[in-house]
Every structure is written in structure tokens, then in C-alpha cells.
């Protein structure tokens, strides 16, 4: 199994933009599609983006669409989110996990700890 490590949120002010990374641990990590993931207080966690294994495939959720980029570079085994535009209903805790890339569901019970994102209106 990968260890995943996310980092990059913060507090920012609405309109304002964020880059998260995922960092995987293993030599397998070019193998999965990989997901990015948020859960708000209160609220279950819910899918964003995901991108295949290669890079070539991505899928967003319709409140990201256009605000959004999910990319990975597999020479660092590391997946990013760069989120522009936010929200203040963006705030959350982001995680990543590997994906089934076709139904979206995640492959790793293991979570990691998630990167916080606050924005303010």
C-alpha cells in the first residue's frame, strides 16, 4: 500500500488560490489513478478530482469545474490540486487516495492526515 502525505492548504481570502500536493510513498504510485478528496465540518467526505495514472485523464466534480486543476508527476510520485478562484464552501480538510478511475471510489482504507483549507469571505 502507498503512504500518502498531503500538504499545501491554508487560510486564504475568497477569490484567492492554493496548490496542494500529495506526496506517495512506493514504487507503485505511477500505477494508480489517484483522487483528490475534501471533508467539511460536519459534512461527508466528497470527491473532487481525479487523474490517471499516465496524467492523460481527468474528471472533476461540477463545483470545481473550471476553478480546479488536478495534475501528478510521477518522477516525484506526487499529485497536486491547484485551486483557483475559492470559496468560501471550498473550505474543508483535502486528502488524496488512489482511485478506481472509471467509478471514482477510493482503493486505500488507510487515509492520510488531509491538508486544512480555509477561506474567508
Known amino acids: 500500500q502507498v503512504r500518502l502525505v498531503e500538504s499545501g492548504g491554508g487560510l486564504v481570502q475568497a477569490g484567492g488560490c492554493l496548490r496542494l500536493?500529495?506526496?506517495?510513498?512506493?514504487?507503485?504510485?505511477?500505477?494508480?489513478?489517484m483522487g483528490w478528496f475534501r471533508q467539511a465540518p460536519g459534512k461527508e467526505r466528497e470527491f473532487v478530482a481525479r487523474?490517471?495514472?499516465?496524467?492523460?485523464?481527468?474528471y472533476y466534480a461540477d463545483f470545481v469545474k473550471g476553478r480546479f486543476t488536478i495534475s501528478r508527476d510521477n518522477a516525484k510520485n506526487t499529485v497536486y490540486l491547484q485551486m483557483n478562484s475559492l470559496k468560501p464552501e471550498d473550505t474543508a480538510v483535502y486528502y488524496c487516495?488512489?482511485?478506481?478511475?472509471?467509478?471514482?471510489?477510493?482503493?486505500?482504507?488507510?487515509w492520510g492526515q488531509g491538508t486544512q483549507v480555509t477561506v474567508s469571505s
Open positions: 487523474i490517471g495514472s499516465s496524467g492523460n485523464r481527468t
Open positions: 500536493s500529495c506526496a506517495a510513498s512506493g514504487r507503485s504510485f505511477s500505477t494508480y489513478a
Open positions: 487516495n488512489a482511485v478506481h478511475f472509471l467509478t471514482g471510489s477510493f482503493l486505500f482504507t488507510s
